[in-house]
């Protein structure tokens, strides 16, 4: 569902939560936040046709990555984050009628339980991974979360990454991260014979 563009502008106007996302609240009307989602989600791959497939969105923040996968027909999406749904304007969002998916409150590493072992077909792990105490610990409960596709984007402090066969790494330079980073996705997980 999409806001009206004049809604838009009056409920950005009046908001007073996080602005940590940009992308399209309507047509036409831009979310103030930092990080381009819409870019992002292009760069990663996320296919266009999400018809038919569960969703679940690790550190949701503003839920922008969520909104974009309704759009794409995914028919169940859920979000998560460690924050309040109040923080980053979830709750606000919700109120609006523009946003329809199930928030969870808790983290990466109590996800699974709180899920009651569901998986999805579909895990977005943005811009999570780099804040984690036990980075392990939090790929192994999102492994578990994961049935088919995880989508991990994060900041790494090698600007050089050596050229890996196989694996679906992006290096996006022109994006405005402290020298000597580099945003990485990792596109697809099934398979390998490392995760058993």
């Known amino acids: 569902m999409s806001l009206d563009a004049d809604v838009a502008v009056r409920f950005i106007a009046k908001a007073s939560f996080l602005w940590h996302q940009r992308f399209a609240l309507a047509p036409g009307v831009m979310k103030p936040g930092a990080n381009d989602i819409e870019w992002l989600v292009d760069r990663s791959g996320l296919p266009q046709d999400l018809t038919g497939k569960s969703v679940l969105d690790v550190g949701t923040t503003n839920g922008g990555a969520a909104f ?8 169940r999406v859920v979000v998560s984050d460690i924050a309040s749904p109040e923080r980053f304007g979830f709750a606000a969002l919700s109120d609006t009628g523009r946003l329809q998916r199930e928030f969870v409150h808790g983290s990466i590493y109590e996800l699974p339980e709180l899920l009651g072992g569901e998986t999805f077909d579909i895990v977005l792990f943005w811009g999570v991974l780099y804040h984690l105490r036990h980075p ?3 790929l192994d409960s999102l492994r ?6 995880v989508y991990v984007e994060t900041a790494v402090s090698d600007a050089t990454l050596p050229e890996l066969d196989g694996v679906a790494v992006v290096r996006c330079t022109s994006t405005p ?3 000597g980073t580099r945003r990485t996705f990792s596109c697809r997980t099934a398979e390998p014979s490392w995760l058993g």
């Open 136 to 138: 392990l610990l939090g």
């Open 68 to 75: 974009i996968c309704e759009a794409r027909g995914a028919s």
């Open 144 to 149: 578990r979360l994961a049935r088919d596709l």
């Open 177 to 179: 991260w402290a020298a």
